[in-house]
């Protein structure tokens, strides 16, 4: 089965979803995810979909409760990059993603990841 | 040929300037005339007599042999249709032609008064189905005009604007429906993209109404930029349209509002970092 390489870049897992993705590729992607964050005990997340132009209600989902889990396990999770017909589609389909943060690219998500970062550690 | 095209086909050729004549007269006599009347008629009367002496069927206008009475009255409806002429006044020219016809039937057939009756009924049909036909055409061209308007009204009532570096806004004006919601989606997140802007104004100064089905609108929007990566002010609220949102119940929390574009334009500078500061001379 196709997975979804998971990269590591300090404290930061970063995912860029390059294909179509089929359910049981998203949920490998979650199993991994969710293990990864557990071992390097990552506290950020970054989802690219940039590449990502046909998502159905399953995919997400899928998007809100990989962000969902990453919260439990102490991470922050960015979506970046998302494509208008793709950010169209699931205001129609009715999912919000409440409690995901977006960015507009990747330079600006691990922006983001860097300032909550450093908020932990003045915390 | 047939009998009776015979008959219509000796009548059309035995004068046919005193025909045309006798056919603008009317056609002014009870209505307005346009300049390119007498042009017309001699062109229709051409058609007309072609497609009669190759012996076309006088019942059935929609078949081959009249295609080219029939685009000669589509060109003409088109044109009337464009210049803004009436639809009774295109159809009223059509329909004169009966005049000099029947005038013409009635001087060669005048002694047989059964065969001139069924003449002039033959003839009567085949006008009002010219008639006819030449009404459709006049109205489903106008309607292209109407579709095209509609369509550039659409078009022109939604342009995304940039404020300032990072900073975009839509002016929206008239009525907010699925159809313009759509495309107003559609444009901001493009130049969203475009521009890498992370701030979105969407003014609404010039929407008359907002109804729970435009404040759903609305939402849908603001949650798209929002997954974007984006973020939403709504400026241009009146005051009036603020009490029917409160007093509707409609729930616009999450999303900053502001009462002017000066006010938006004002956060928006702040947000992204920017000190405005005035030079007193």
């Not at chain 1, 049981?24 to 390097?40: H, K, N, P, W, Y």
């Not at chain 1, 990502?52 to 995919?59: G, H, N």
């Not at chain 2, 003409?76 to 005049?99: C, E, P, W, Y």
């Not at chain 2, 000099?100 to 065969?115: T, V, Y």
């Amino acid at each position: 089965m196709e997975r979804i390489p998971i990269l590591k870049m300090g404290r930061v897992l970063l995912v860029t979803i390059q294909v179509d993705l089929q359910d049981q590729v998203a949920l490998g992607l979650q199993d991994d995810l969710s293990a990864r964050i557990e071992q390097t005990g990552a506290n950020g997340v970054l989802i690219d979909i940039s590449a990502l132009e046909i998502v159905d209600s399953f995919v997400g989902r899928m998007l809100a409760s990989i962000s969902g889990i990453a919260t439990v396990l102490d991470a922050t999770t960015v979506v970046v990059g998302m494509q208008p017909a793709v950010a169209i589609t699931l205001v129609e389909l009715g999912l919000s993603l409440e409690g995901v943060r977006t960015a507009l690219n990747v330079e600006r998500g691990m922006a983001m990841l860097a300032v909550d970062d450093r908020n932990r550690i003045d915390d | 040929m047939k009998q009776e095209n015979a008959v219509f086909d000796q009548v059309l050729k035995a004068s046919p300037e005193e025909f045309i004549k006798t056919w603008v007269s009317e056609v002014a006599a009870t209505g307005s005339v346009s300049g390119s009347a007498q042009n017309d008629a001699r062109e229709l009367f051409a058609a007309i007599q072609a497609n009669i002496a190759s012996d076309a069927d006088l019942n059935r206008i929609d078949g081959d042999a009249w295609a080219r009475t029939r685009s000669v009255l589509a060109a003409l409806s088109q044109s009337r249709a464009a210049q803004g002429a009436s639809a009774g006044d295109t159809n009223h020219f059509v329909m004169s032609i009966k005049k000099p016809l029947f005038d013409a039937l009635q001087k060669d057939l005048g002694a047989d008064a059964r065969g001139a009756l069924q003449a002039v009924w033959l003839a009567s049909t085949l006008i009002d189905k010219l008639a006819q036909f030449t009404a459709t055409t006049y109205q489903r061209s106008r309607e292209d005009v109407i579709q095209r308007q509609q369509q550039e009204l659409l078009e022109l009532s939604t342009p995304v604007v940039k404020l300032w570096e990072g900073v975009l806004a839509v002016p929206m004006i008239g009525t907010l429906d699925s159809s313009r919601t759509q495309l107003v989606m559609e444009s901001l997140l493009t130049r969203i993209v475009e521009t890498g802007s992370e701030l979105a104004i969407i003014d609404i100064t010039g929407v008359p109404t907002v109804d729970t089905l435009v404040a759903q609108h609305l939402l849908k929007t603001v949650t798209a930029i929002r997954l974007m990566g984006a973020d939403c002010i709504i400026s241009g609220i009146r005051p009036q349209i603020a009490q029917t949102i409160v007093h509707l119940g409609i729930d616009l929390q999450g999303i900053v509002t502001k009462a002017t574009l000066a006010d938006a334009l004002q956060l928006a500078m702040k947000k992204a970092g920017f000190v405005i500061t005035r030079n007193k001379a």
